[in-house]
């Protein structure tokens, strides 16, 4: 497969044409951002450990009937991906409070959340991603009401396969972000599964395993991602 000409540079990956115009390469970088853009930095590794964790994570979520965009690791820092046309929203799933829903709620961190919260995010960083609902998408055309339940569906589906990896694990899965593309007319699992998507914690001690260690100034990012990627058998 050969790389071609850059379609999108991200904050954190590079997106390639392919000579199959079915096929994208992604590139992860080095780069770590936070707070829109407003917080950048270089980590050495962290290009190739996000890329292979997610290579990781997406297949386990395969082999659990989840469809996902992923189709062959190409190097420390690639992945050869299908090409999707990607729904402008994030699907929020959270497990326990953190982030910004205690400061849109007024609640504490920490706290149980059963059932899990579900919530649709536009993509817009100009915007700051505001929260939209399922009325919101329909009404500005940008997925259809099958699609919704069917994102909301895998969303879920997702939730139970990786709580219960990462709490074998002995972590927390906190929260997660997931965006989903149309291929050849279905809903497909896109973008990434990494630390930087998602907040691990520690079981017993609560210490933080994902980008909050960037976010929150508490150093060893890089050691905190390879850390969970031990842990649940993710090779590095």
């Keep these: 497969m050969e790389k071609k000409a850059e379609l999108y540079r991200g904050?954190?990956?590079t997106v390639y044409t392919t000579d199959d115009p079915?096929?994208?390469i992604i590139h992860f970088r080095n780069d770590t951002s936070a707070f829109d853009g407003l917080k950048i930095e270089q980590l050495e590794d962290k290009g190739k450990v996000n890329n292979k964790f997610n290579y990781f994570i997406m297949q386990k979520l395969e082999a659990a009937g989840i469809p996902t965009q992923m189709e062959e690791l190409l190097n420390d820092n690639e992945v050869l991906v299908k090409k999707l046309d990607m729904v402008p929203v994030e699907c929020v799933v959270r497990n326990v409070s953190a982030g910004s829903i205690c400061k849109r709620l007024g609640v504490e961190e920490g706290r149980d959340l059963n059932p899990p919260t579900f919530e649709f995010f536009l993509k817009n960083d100009a915007l700051h991603d505001p929260m939209v609902n399922d009325s919101h998408i329909a009404s500005f055309g940008w997925?259809?009401?099958?699609q919704v339940k069917t994102m909301k569906e895998y969303s879920m589906k997702?939730?139970?396969?990786?709580?219960?990896?990462?709490?074998?694990?002995?972590?927390?899965?906190?929260?997660?972000?997931?965006?989903?593309?149309?291929y050849e007319g279905k809903i497909v699992l896109g973008d990434e599964f990494s630390p930087d998507?998602?907040?691990?914690?520690?079981?017993?001690?609560?210490?933080k395993l994902d980008k909050d260690r960037f976010r929150q100034d508490l150093g060893g990012v890089i050691e905190a991602y390879k850390e969970v990627?031990?842990?649940?058998?993710?090779?590095i």
């Design 197 to 207: 998507g998602c907040r691990l914690w520690d079981k017993e001690t609560r210490k």
């Design 143 to 146: 997925a259809t009401e099958d």
């Design 22 to 24: 079915k096929r994208l």
């Design 229 to 235: 990627a031990s842990r649940i058998g993710c090779p």
């Design 158 to 182: 997702i939730n139970e396969v990786l709580k219960k990896l990462f709490g074998d694990a002995g972590m927390i899965l906190v929260d997660y972000k997931l965006e989903f593309g149309l």
């Design 11 to 13: 904050k954190a990956k």
